[in-house]
């Protein structure tokens, strides 16, 4: 019983801002990287940002300056703070983690639920 639950989506006009939460619960003995992905309707699900367990950060070209990652592995949450948002940055949003399971050996990918995110005047 891992889940992934993600909250902070909704609806924007063009240059605002959101700020995109993903807390894992359940059986978790650590968290490795953590990633957030996006897809739009008739598009390819992309990654838009990781941080790895180590702290290091990539973002995809399109959101580069103007997303930033970021964790706090207390509370096993990642964040996802967008700003200058722009009409191509809709999508609905998942969060991605890979996470040892307390009593098992080997990494699992889980994904959470999915937030929209509309940017729109």
């Known amino acids: 019983q891992v889940q992934l639950v993600e909250s902070g989506g909704g609806l924007v006009q063009p240059g605002g801002s959101l700020r995109l939460s993903c807390a894992a619960s359940g059986s978790i003995f650590s968290i490795g990287a953590r990633n957030w992905y996006r897809q739009a309707p008739g598009n390819q699900r992309e990654l838009v940002a990781t941080i790895t367990g180590g702290g290091s950060t990539i973002y995809a070209d399109s959101v580069k300056g103007r997303f930033t990652i970021s964790r706090d592995n207390a509370k096993n949450t990642v964040w996802l703070q967008m700003n200058s948002l722009k009409p191509e940055d809709t999508a609905v949003y998942y969060c991605?983690?890979?996470?040892?399971?307390?009593?098992?050996?080997?990494?699992?990918?889980?994904w959470g639920q999915g937030t929209q995110v509309t940017v729109s005047s």
């Open positions: 991605n983690a890979d996470i040892l399971k307390h009593g098992t050996r080997d990494l699992e990918g889980y």
